[in-house]
């Protein structure tokens, strides 16, 4: 059973950095893409990044482009998401996903599986 726990989350002000990361186990196939979500109260879960485990290609909405870097550690199973110059506007509840076709979008309805949520506030 694939399951992903996601960490890292918490509060920092505005300006400052976080790490966050997801951490994969049970998957059995050769190749997978790893997408970071958010929800902020009231909206709907967007894509923020994802990953590819096969070659590292990555892709971001505009909104985090400079700021955020994805990456992955195969060896530990385990994506990273480097957070800089964080907003206010940045505040959500970021989740990790699994989409075991490889397609690379950053449609939540087409991820596999799911992690838990972790938080990230950014306040001053």
């Known amino acids: 059973q694939v399951q992903l726990v996601a960490s890292g989350g918490g509060l920092v002000q505005p300006g400052g950095s976080l790490r966050l990361s997801c951490a994969v186990s049970?998957?059995?196939?050769?190749?997978?893409?790893i997408g970071w979500f958010r929800q902020a109260p009231g909206k709907e879960r967007e894509g923020v990044s994802v990953?590819?485990?096969?070659?590292?290609?990555?892709f971001y909405r505009d909104s985090v482009k400079g700021r955020f870097t994805i990456s992955r550690d195969n060896a530990k199973n385990t994506v990273y998401l480097q957070m800089n110059n964080l907003k206010p506007e940045d505040t959500a509840v970021y989740y990790c996903?699994?989409?075991?076709?490889?397609?690379?979008?950053?449609?939540?309805?087409?991820?596999?599986?799911w992690g838990q949520g972790t938080p990230v506030t950014v306040s001053s």
């Open positions: 996903a699994v989409d075991i076709r490889l397609r690379m979008w950053l449609d939540p309805l087409e991820y596999d599986y």
């Open positions: 049970g998957f059995t196939g050769d190749h997978y893409a």
């Open positions: 990953i590819s485990s096969r070659d590292g290609s990555a």
